[in-house]
């Protein structure tokens, strides 16, 4: 026979065989049917062959045929393009998903095409676990043309479903399309749904969702603001969100949902989706969970990688991530998803309440982004954890190489969580900014490193700090860690501060370490009113500039250390009267360390300010300001340094081998008579002469109290005035020895010296108060050698 096969145009010839034909191929006078298209002849990616086949599977549409009282088969050896089992490309075509579920039932194993350049509408699914397209384990699938959900009003269809199955890849250059922008409102045919963004026009008679409530736009206008409706709001209530005469929407639909996904992950594992854009969906991009009710049947999704994929677009999360162990986000785009909050390009957030009210068990950890972006998103990377005091639930989350700018409220927030670390991120400008700071950190373990923030905002919110650290625990004692080191942070417009924090971190380790800040117009550390407890702040090698108030931890009163050494500080504006202007400001810290810094040029205005103000008033508390250069003060009515005692406690302040280069100021130094310390200046020098004097002693002109004592000594100091104010004046309290003095004679001084002569010992008190002075400061001095030999020891190991 001149032809083996009975050649077929369309699949409904090849099922109508005729009884004859039957018989031939039962009698193998053909080997088979060849099938040259489905619908018509050649829609199929070529011709296929069909044999007479005994199997027990099922007709499937494309693999298994029922003819009459036989079936015919085609074994499919690897790839299986969908369009042999007539899913129809062009979006005229929609495609029953059963036929695409009943290919991977009777396929299981082999690879499963959506092909190039072709576009699937898939009709709708009712639910995520009741999802178009059901993917079993061990399966393969590859997109690279366009699989989207036909329009719905379905709050919650899924397009593909991995639910309880494993070994599972999604692969392709292909893209996923929900149908946010194809969902119609109640009753009206022929128009859509859109987002609603403030700052927009928009017309009468356009339909516009947000935050799953739908309006209609009555006047139109520029939106200022968002529409505000709660679930007890009436239908057919206006909202002015441009004013009387701007934009006015009128509520037409509650309750439009917030999920439908592209790609649902349930309790799954070992699932690879690589090179997938997933996008216009009505809830998230993708999102995993898994059953989470009851630990005896915890299934998390585990070993998720994202490779190469774009989430654009969608209208809740890029990506949510509630119930999940070691996923991973490689060269991923998250960019402009908007519609009901929280609109973030991820979400990191485990479920916390079941139906009955109790605690879910279910966990997020263990999460990595690699070389991703988050761009246009309402919010950038969201990890949100709602469990109080159980930063456990969410952590181990690595964040490599990404950038994360342009988003509208913030880039990162993480809120109560456990382990945050950031290496070599890119961090840049909010459109409108929010949540107190670029990035808002609660977490009990926060670390960023080789990174940058970059704040250059036109942004009508300038409230707002580089970074708002926040402690958002109900046990105050969980953030424990709090990292930058080796990144650089600048801002080109007014801000807050660079960091600020505000709650009590009674058990924190608070660590700046070799970065670089420029933060223009705003102050550098601001910690706010309710900060009063502190663990240990600090900075070391880092170079600042700043407009006004650098390191301020001055509402403090309960800190462990607070260490400042080995920075350069420099002034860059004339701001000073918008924050505070102090560089350090302590408050009561058991040790407080100021060693091995330069501070330059602060050119503010002309007010009563201190460069250093310490106010470690404790019992055995004690303060070291050593080996620090000050550059060029001037313009102040103030002293450079003030040192402040306890009402009841003796604290020890120790200020040594400073220099101060060019600093024409009105004093250097000021102590308080009438509070309880004893601070030692020692071996200090100036070159410039001081307005009024060195040394300004305040607290009234009766008897010190017997707390109180000032030993000055082996300095080199020039003053234009007086040595110290001699109304303030009482040698049983204040010891001289070994200083060199150059100061212009004022007949008021009790004291007479020469104003050329080298004074090498003014001694004004009796032997043994002077001597148990020698031997305090040499005590003191050895300490702080002690401790600077440690530092460097520890530096040098690290390094």
Not at 35 to 56: E, Q, R
């Amino acid at each position: 026979m001149a032809n083996q096969f009975l050649v077929k145009k369309t699949m409904a010839d090849m099922r109508n065989l005729s009884a004859n034909e039957i018989a031939d191929l039962q009698t193998n006078v053909f080997d088979g049917v060849l099938l040259m298209g489905y619908y018509t002849l050649g829609d199929t990616p070529g011709p296929i062959v069909y044999h007479l086949s005994s199997t027990a599977k099922v007709d499937d549409g494309g693999s298994v045929i029922q003819v009459a009282n036989i079936k015919l088969e085609h074994l499919f050896a690897s790839a299986i393009d969908v369009r042999y089992f007539g899913l129809r490309s062009g979006q005229p075509h929609i495609n029953d998903p059963e036929t695409v579920n009943n290919i991977f039932i009777n396929n299981a194993g082999k690879e499963i095409v959506f092909d190039y350049d072709t576009d699937f509408t898939m009709s709708m699914g009712t639910y995520w676990d009741n999802g178009t397209i059901t993917i079993p384990s061990n399966t393969k699938v590859t997109i690279n043309g366009i699989v989207r959900h036909s329009e719905s009003r379905n709050a919650n269809a899924s397009i593909f479903l991995i639910r309880e199955v494993q070994n599972v890849v999604i692969e392709g250059s292909g893209v996923v399309i929900g149908y946010k922008h194809k969902r119609p409102p109640i009753g009206i045919a022929n128009a859509y749904y859109k987002s609603y963004y403030k700052n927009r026009p928009y017309s009468i008679g356009e339909y516009l969702d947000f935050n799953s409530f739908g309006f209609i736009v009555t006047q139109a206008g520029i939106g200022t603001a968002i529409p505000t409706p709660t679930t007890e709001t009436e239908i057919g209530t206006i909202f002015k969100v441009g004013g009387d005469q701007g934009l006015q929407l009128q509520l037409i639909e509650k309750g439009l949902g917030e999920w439908g996904y592209g790609i649902y992950l349930f309790a799954a594992k070992n699932v690879v989706i690589k090179g997938i854009t997933l996008r216009e969906c009505w809830g998230d991009g993708s999102a995993m969970g898994g059953p989470d009710t009851n630990v005896s049947v915890l299934k998390p999704c585990e070993n998720i990688k994202f490779i190469d994929c774009v989430f654009n677009d969608n209208r809740r999360q890029g990506c949510s991530v509630v119930t999940a162990n070691d996923v991973f986000f490689d060269n991923c785009q998250f960019i402009n998803t908007y519609g009901t909050l929280p609109m973030a390009g991820v979400d990191l957030e485990p479920n916390m309440i079941n139906s009955d009210g109790s605690l879910k068990v279910g966990y997020v950890r263990n999460i990595r982004f690699r070389g991703c972006k988050f761009n246009g998103n309402y919010q950038g990377l969201l990890c949100y954890n709602p469990f109080s005091d159980m930063p456990d639930r969410l952590t181990y989350v690595n964040v490599e190489d990404c950038v994360l700018e342009g988003n509208m409220s913030f880039n990162l927030v993480c809120n109560k969580s456990g382990v945050i670390k950031l290496a070599r991120a890119s961090i840049k400008t909010t459109v409108e900014g929010g949540f107190g700071g670029e990035i808002s950190v609660a977490t009990e373990d926060f670390e960023m490193e080789n990174s940058e923030i970059i704040f250059d905002s036109d942004s009508p919110n300038t409230n707002v700090a580089i970074i708002n650290l926040r402690n958002l625990f109900t046990d105050k004692s969980l953030a424990k860690r709090f990292i930058i080191k080796a990144s650089d942070i600048s801002t080109k417009q007014l801000a807050k501060a660079f960091l600020t924090y505000q709650d009590n971190f009674p058990n924190i380790q608070l660590e700046i370490n070799n970065t670089n800040i420029d933060v223009k117009l705003a102050g550098l550390i601001n910690t706010g009113g309710n900060c009063t407890d502190l663990g240990s702040f600090k900075m070391q090698n880092c170079n600042v500039a700043s407009g006004s108030g650098y390191v301020s931890n001055k509402n403090t009163t309960n800190g462990q250390e607070f260490t400042v050494s080995r920075s350069s500080f420099k002034v860059s504006s004339n701001a000073a009267s918008a924050s505070e202007p102090f560089f350090i400001s302590g408050g009561l810290i058991r040790f407080f360390n100021i060693e091995y810094n330069t501070f330059e040029n602060l050119e503010i205005e002309q007010r009563e300010f201190q460069i250093l103000r310490i106010n470690n008033a404790g019992t055995g508390f004690r303060s070291i300001v050593a080996k620090n250069t000050f550059i060029g003060f001037h313009r102040t009515n103030s002293e450079l340094i003030q040192s402040l005692g306890g009402t009841t406690s003796t604290p020890t302040h120790l200020i040594e081998d400073n220099i101060f280069i060019s600093c024409e100021v009105p004093y250097l130094f000021s102590t308080n008579r009438t509070r309880h310390c004893f601070l030692s200046i020692v071996n200090n020098k100036n070159n410039v002469g001081t307005a009024e004097g060195i040394l300004r002693i305040d607290g009234g002109t009766g008897t010190p109290i017997g707390g109180w004592r000032v030993y000055f000594n082996l300095n080199s100091c020039v003053s234009l005035g007086n040595f110290y104010d001699p109304s303030r004046f009482d040698d049983a309290y204040t010891f001289c020895h070994n200083n060199v003095l150059n100061y212009i004679f004022r007949p008021k001084n009790q004291l007479t010296y020469d104003q050329s002569m080298a004074v090498p010992n003014s001694t004004l008190a009796n032997a043994t108060e002077l001597n148990s002075a020698i031997l305090l400061v040499n005590d003191l001095k050895a300490k702080l050698n002690a401790k600077l030999d440690a530092d460097r020891d520890s530096d040098q190991q690290a390094s």
